[in-house]
């Protein structure tokens, strides 16, 4: 099976409050986009990552001599506008495993695994979770989508925090935004997804959803906090400095 990986990084981050793309904030002296690209080169799942830029269509990876491929997303109507424009780019592609620009500590063997569990299961949508002990230990976790489960513990949908009732909110397993998906499904379905929602954004996340009412099981697998973090705000990155310097992660 051929796995291709596409990174979002068009985001503006106007939440860093500086003047640096989001994705090349310094984490560890390292941009948070280097690691990530890093531990893509060195899981072997995929050799050339896709990233999507924004309209400025900024050489994200010059920054440090990584070789990518860029895709540019002219308008910010959400993440799964994003995939769909790369679209052409990755036509070579039996899965495609999606990740954020701004999650510097996702390891090589959490790449693998994702891609053996896809593979192993046939899956449709695979996705990985979070699980914190509660959102006091983990704040920076309160916003992120909830992955809602049936009484069996599939799972059904992820349901984003601004579109989450109060009973969801509750739930403790998060959604970091780490998917695969079948790329022939994929294509054949992104474009069913509606921006009835809070943000007025075409989700990625819906695309759960979408896949449990045609009858697919979606695949899970669990990865520590620690791993799962994402960088939004300076506060989240002084977080993140401080689980590097306790070498909490790699």
């Known amino acids: 099976m051929t796995?291709?990986?596409i990174i979002l990084a068009a985001g503006k981050g106007t939440r860093?409050?500086?003047n640096l793309p989001k994705a090349l904030t310094p984490i560890g002296g390292k941009p948070i986009?280097?690691?990530l690209y890093e531990s893509v080169k060195t899981s072997?799942?995929?050799g050339v990552p896709v990233i999507v830029v924004g309209p400025e269509r900024p050489k994200l990876c010059d920054s440090w001599g990584g070789e990518c491929d860029y895709v540019v997303q002219?308008?910010?109507?959400?993440?799964a506008h994003?995939?769909?424009?790369c679209r052409e780019a990755v036509t070579d592609a039996d899965a495609l495993i999606v990740l954020y620009g701004d999650h510097?500590?996702?390891s090589p063997q959490t790449l693998r695994n994702l891609a053996q569990l896809h593979q192993k299961k046939h899956s449709i949508v695979s996705i990985m979770t979070t699980t914190v002990p509660s959102f006091d230990a983990w704040p920076i976790y309160l916003h992120w989508g909830r992955v809602i489960r049936d009484s069996k513990g599939c799972t059904k949908a992820i349901r984003e925090y601004k579109d989450a009732t109060e009973t969801e909110r509750k739930i403790t397993e998060v959604n970091p935004a780490l998917y695969c998906f079948d790329t022939v499904w994929l294509w054949e379905n992104i474009g069913h997804i509606k921006n009835t929602n809070a943000n007025g954004e075409y989700y990625l996340t819906d695309l759960v959803e979408l896949a449990v009412a045609q009858g697919h099981s979606i695949a899970t697998m669990s990865i520590p906090p620690e791993e799962a973090v994402g960088i939004n705000t300076q506060e989240e990155r002084e977080i993140a400095e401080t689980l590097l310097s306790k070498n909490h992660v790699i």
């Open 3 to 5: 796995f291709r990986f």
């Open 16 to 18: 860093m409050h500086q």
């Open 33 to 35: 986009l280097q690691h």
């Open 44 to 46: 072997g799942v995929d």
């Open 74 to 79: 002219e308008q910010q109507l959400g993440t």
């Open 82 to 85: 994003a995939v769909n424009v």
């Open 104 to 106: 510097p500590f996702v």
